[in-house]
C-alpha cells in the first residue's frame, strides 16, 4: 500500500468504539478543523515546511502512518503498565536482535533513566535518594570533552559527578570503581580507527565492567546495532526522529539487565523519573515505529527524497547565475541528502541568510539552512530533503526562486551615531519571572561598539553597533556543553538603554540600564622599592 492510501485509509479510525471521521471528532471537542485549512491554524499557529532536518523545535519527523494507527488503537484500553513494558522489551528484541528493548519519554528522558540504572543499579532504596548520592559505590560519569553537549543535563541531573577527558589515555585512567557509566555521543571520534573509537573504549571498559551508553538519538536504527556489536552496554535513540515515531518517546536497546533497571527507574514508577511519564500510547507507537523501520523501503525512500531535490535544483537553476550542488550524507545522523543552492551575494543582493529569514517569516512558512558567504564570495541556503512531503518541492523552489528573483536593496552605510555610550553601564534584565542586574563596558569607535558584558556567573566579551539612537549588542554566555545567547536591540535616550533581547531557544527578554556616572579618582602609583615590613 502506498503512503498516500495509508493515509486515506486512516481518515476513519475507531476512538471509544465509534468510526467517527476524524474532522467529526474534531468539530465535537470545539471545532478546532473549523479555522484554518489545519489544526494549527485554528488557534493561529503557522505551520512549517520542514527542509532542516529533524529538530525537535519544529516537530522533529512526521509520525508514519502506522505509528498513529497503533497510539489511537492503544488509547482505547486500560494496561497494567510494567507488563506493557515487558511485553514491548520482548518484541523489540526480536525485531532489532538486542537483547532487550524499552520505551522512554525521549531520547534525553531514556539518558536519564539508564544513568540511574547504572547509579543505583536497580536497589529503590538508593533510586529514592538521587540526586544525593551520599553513600554510593558509582558516583562519577566519564565523558569525552568531544562528547559533551546540551542533552547531558539529562547525565548531570542524576547527581554524578561528570568526569571529561581528552584523550584516550586519560579515559584509561579515569575509570575507576566509582565509574557509574561512559556516555558518547556517536559520532566521527568513536567510529573504528578514531580517537574514541567505540571498541577501544569497550576494551578498556568492559574487562572492568562499566556501561557504555551511546547517544545516537538522530542516526538511523542499523541492525543488528552497529554500536551494540562494538561494545556499548545501551544505545539511545529519539523517536522523533530518523524512526518517525512518536516526538515524545526515545528508543533504548541493549542489557535487559540495565534496562530493566532503567525502566524500575521511570514512570510510573516513582523516583527521580516519575516526571519523565512516558503514554501506553507512545510505547505501541514506538513498538510500531521499530516494526515499520525494518519491514520499510529504504531504498525507495532515499530515491524519493534525491526526486524532491532533483525537482528544486531544475526549478531554481533556471534564474541565472544560481548553481546548486547535492550533498550526500556521510553518517548515519540526519541520514538523508541535501541541496546547496548558492549564488553570489553582490549580483542578487541578498544574502542566505536574508533568504531563510524571508522564507521563515512568510507563508508558507519555510525552514531551511543558510550560510552567509563562503572564500568565493558565494552565500547559499541548503535543503534537506529527509523531512519534505510530497508537494513541498515545487512550493520551495518557487518561494526561493519568488524572493531571488525580487528586488533588494544594497546595503547602506549605517548613519552616524547621535550619542556616545562608551562607559560603564548598569543594565536590569527582566525575565518571565525574575529580574537580573548585569553590568556593561563599553568602548564606541563611531557606529562600531566592543567591550564587556558581565552577567549573573560570567564576564564575556560583547560586540555591536549603535546607528543613531539605535543599538544593537551581542554577547554569549559560553559553558561546557551549554551556550546562552543574548542580541540586544534598543534605544539610547539621554544615560538611559531600554530594549528587547533575543535568546535563541531560551525566548525572550527586556531590558533597560543607566550609565554609571561614578568619577574616575586619578592619582599617581609608586612601585615599593622594598619588601613589606607588615601585612
Keep these: 500500500m502506498k503512503r498516500r492510501d495509508v493515509l486515506k485509509s486512516l481518515?476513519?479510525?475507531?476512538?471509544?468504539?465509534?468510526?467517527?471521521?476524524?474532522?467529526?471528532?474534531?468539530?465535537?471537542?470545539?471545532g478546532l478543523?473549523?479555522?484554518?485549512?489545519?489544526?494549527?491554524?485554528?488557534?493561529?499557529?503557522?505551520?512549517?515546511?520542514?527542509?532542516?532536518?529533524?529538530?525537535?523545535?519544529?516537530?522533529?519527523?512526521?509520525?508514519?502512518?502506522?505509528?498513529?494507527?497503533?497510539?489511537h488503537a492503544a488509547s482505547d484500553f486500560f494496561v497494567q503498565y510494567d507488563e506493557l513494558a515487558f511485553g514491548v522489551g520482548r518484541r523489540l528484541a526480536e525485531l532489532t536482535g538486542a537483547e532487550w528493548g524499552m520505551v522512554s519519554a525521549g531520547c534525553a528522558a531514556g539518558i536519564k533513566h539508564v544513568t540511574a540504572a547504572c547509579v543505583a543499579g536497580g536497589n529503590p532504596e538508593k533510586l529514592i535518594r538521587i540526586p544525593d548520592l551520599s553513600g554510593f559505590d558509582k558516583t562519577e560519569v566519564v565523558i569525552p570533552a568531544s562528547s559533551r553537549n546540551v542533552?547531558?543535563?539529562?547525565?548531570?541531573?542524576?547527581?554524578?559527578?561528570?568526569?571529561?577527558?581528552?584523550?584516550?589515555?586519560?579515559?584509561?585512567?579515569?575509570?575507576?570503581?566509582?565509574?557509574?557509566?561512559?556516555?558518547?555521543?556517536?559520532?566521527?571520534?568513536?567510529?573504528?580507527?578514531?580517537?574514541?573509537?567505540?571498541?577501544?573504549?569497550?576494551?578498556?571498559?568492559?574487562?572492568?565492567?562499566?556501561?557504555?551508553?551511546?547517544?545516537?538519538?538522530?542516526?538511523?536504527?542499523?541492525?543488528?546495532?552497529?554500536?551494540?556489536?562494538?561494545?556499548?552496554?545501551?544505545?539511545?535513540?529519539?523517536?522523533?526522529?530518523?524512526?518517525?515515531?512518536?516526538?515524545?518517546?526515545?528508543?533504548l536497546l541493549g542489557r535487559k539487565d540495565i534496562l530493566m533497571s532503567a525502566w524500575q527507574a521511570s514512570s510510573p514508577h516513582h523516583g527521580p523519573g516519575r516526571d519523565n511519564k512516558v503514554g501506553k500510547e507512545e510505547m505501541m507507537g514506538m513498538l510500531a515505529a521499530v516494526e515499520s523501520w525494518v519491514s520499510r523501503d529504504h531504498v525507495e525512500k532515499v530515491k524519493i527524497w534525491h526526486n524532491y531535490l532533483e525537482t528544486v535544483s531544475n526549478m531554481v537553476i533556471a534564474l541565472s547565475g544560481i548553481k546548486t550542488v547535492v550533498n550526500e550524507p556521510v553518517s548515519l545522523s540526519n541520514n538523508s541528502p541535501s541541496l546547496t543552492?548558492?549564488?553570489?551575494?553582490?549580483?542578487?543582493?541578498?544574502?542566505?541568510?536574508?533568504?531563510?529569514?524571508?522564507?521563515a517569516a512568510q507563508?508558507?512558512?519555510?525552514?531551511?539552512?543558510?550560510?552567509?558567504?563562503?572564500?568565493?564570495?558565494?552565500?547559499?541556503?541548503?535543503?534537506?530533503?529527509?523531512?519534505?512531503?510530497?508537494?513541498?518541492?515545487?512550493?520551495?523552489?518557487?518561494?526561493?526562486?519568488?524572493?531571488?528573483?525580487?528586488?533588494?536593496?544594497?546595503?547602506?552605510?549605517?548613519?552616524?551615531?547621535?550619542?556616545?555610550?562608551?562607559?560603564?553601564?548598569?543594565?536590569?534584565?527582566?525575565?518571565?519571572?525574575?529580574k537580573s542586574r548585569h553590568t556593561f563596558f563599553i568602548e564606541q569607535d563611531g557606529n562600531w561598539i566592543k567591550g564587556s558584558h558581565y552577567g549573573d556567573f560570567s564576564l564575556r566579551e560583547m560586540v555591536g553597533t549603535i546607528e543613531n539612537d539605535q543599538i544593537k549588542l551581542s554577547s554569549s554566555?559560553?559553558?561546557?556543553?551549554?551556550?546562552?545567547?543574548?542580541?540586544?536591540?534598543?534605544?539610547?535616550?539621554?544615560?538611559?538603554?531600554?530594549?528587547?533581547?533575543?535568546?535563541?531557544?531560551?525566548?525572550?527578554?527586556?531590558?533597560?540600564?543607566?550609565?554609571?556616572?561614578?568619577?574616575?579618582?586619578?592619582?599617581?602609583?609608586?612601585?615599593?622599592?622594598?619588601?613589606?615590613?607588615?601585612?
Design 11 to 30: 481518515a476513519v479510525l475507531p476512538m471509544a468504539g465509534s468510526f467517527l471521521p476524524n474532522e467529526t471528532l474534531l468539530a465535537s471537542s470545539g
Design 33 to 71: 478543523s473549523k479555522t484554518g485549512s489545519n489544526i494549527y491554524e485554528s488557534i493561529g499557529v503557522d505551520p512549517v515546511i520542514n527542509c532542516m532536518g529533524t529538530y525537535t523545535i519544529i516537530g522533529g519527523s512526521l509520525e508514519r502512518p502506522e505509528v498513529v494507527a497503533a497510539m
Design 151 to 251: 542533552y547531558d543535563h539529562a547525565i548531570r541531573n542524576i547527581g554524578v559527578k561528570i568526569i571529561t577527558v581528552e584523550s584516550i589515555e586519560e579515559l584509561g585512567k579515569a575509570l575507576n570503581s566509582r565509574t557509574a557509566m561512559i556516555y558518547l555521543m556517536a559520532g566521527s571520534e568513536t567510529l573504528p580507527g578514531e580517537k574514541f573509537a567505540l571498541e577501544t573504549v569497550a576494551e578498556m571498559a568492559n574487562p572492568q565492567r562499566i556501561p557504555i551508553l551511546i547517544d545516537a538519538a538522530a542516526e538511523d536504527l542499523t541492525i543488528p546495532n552497529v554500536h551494540l556489536k562494538q561494545g556499548a552496554a545501551v544505545v539511545a535513540y529519539s523517536g522523533g526522529k530518523a524512526l518517525c515515531g512518536p516526538q515524545c518517546a526515545g528508543l
Design 341 to 359: 543552492i548558492s549564488w553570489d551575494s553582490a549580483k542578487f543582493t541578498i544574502t542566505g541568510p536574508e533568504v531563510a529569514e524571508q522564507l
Design 363 to 434: 507563508k508558507p512558512r519555510i525552514a531551511v539552512h543558510s550560510n552567509f558567504n563562503d572564500q568565493t564570495g558565494a552565500t547559499s541556503v541548503t535543503i534537506s530533503s529527509g523531512q519534505m512531503q510530497p508537494g513541498n518541492d515545487k512550493v520551495v523552489a518557487g518561494r526561493i526562486i519568488e524572493i531571488l528573483s525580487g528586488k533588494h536593496e544594497k546595503t547602506k552605510e549605517m548613519d552616524p551615531p547621535s550619542v556616545n555610550i562608551s562607559g560603564c553601564w548598569d543594565v536590569d534584565i527582566m525575565y518571565f519571572s525574575s
Design 477 to 535: 554566555d559560553r559553558q561546557v556543553a551549554d551556550n546562552v545567547l543574548f542580541i540586544f536591540s534598543g534605544t539610547v535616550t539621554g544615560e538611559t538603554i531600554s530594549g528587547q533581547i533575543y535568546m535563541g531557544e531560551y525566548i525572550n527578554a527586556s531590558f533597560n540600564g543607566s550609565k554609571r556616572n561614578k568619577k574616575v579618582v586619578r592619582k599617581t602609583i609608586k612601585f615599593p622599592k622594598g619588601h613589606p615590613l607588615a601585612t
